[in-house]
Nanobody, 125 residues
Framework: VQLQASGGGLVQAGATLRLSCTAS????????MAWFRQAPGKEREFVAA????????YYADSVKGRFTVSRDPAKNTVYLQMNNLKPDDTAVYYC???????????????????WGQGTLVTVSS
């Protein structure tokens, strides 16, 4: 599976951005698509995930209430709507996917088999 991420940019604090991640093949069943981010000098961290079967969503506490993950099944695409962006959200955002993760593994990057290229989000104060 190849993943294509897009939508990053430079914005001011409080602004909105939407990231997109498109898979090269149609997701189905226990397919998970997720977003991770890595800020300068920090480890990569979980942001949000969408479970294709059932539509369950998962969020890091730091983004809950501000970010929303959704999908467009016709386009094999998952979106990350980011509202009220903060300077601490500045990072390279990575799209990841796996075909059969269990819920307890969703937040850990080591379990994902497929990764897209990163897209840089910079939030100025």
């Amino acid at each position: 599976v190849q993943l294509q991420a897009s939508g990053g940019g430079l914005v001011q604090a409080g602004a909105t951005l939407r990231l997109s991640c498109t898979a090269s093949e149609r997701p189905f069943g226990r397919f998970i698509m997720a977003w991770f981010r890595q800020a300068p000098g920090k480890e990569r961290e979980f942001v949000a995930a969408y479970k294709w079967d059932g539509g369950n969503t998962y969020y890091a506490d730091s983004v809950k209430g501000r970010f929303t993950v959704s999908r467009d099944p016709a386009k094999n695409t998952v979106y990350l709507q980011m509202n009220n962006l903060k300077p601490d959200d500045t990072a390279v955002y990575y799209c990841a996917a796996d075909k059969r993760l269990i819920s307890s593994s969703i937040r850990y990057d080591m379990h994902y088999d497929y990764w897209g290229q990163g897209t840089l989000v910079t939030v100025s104060s």
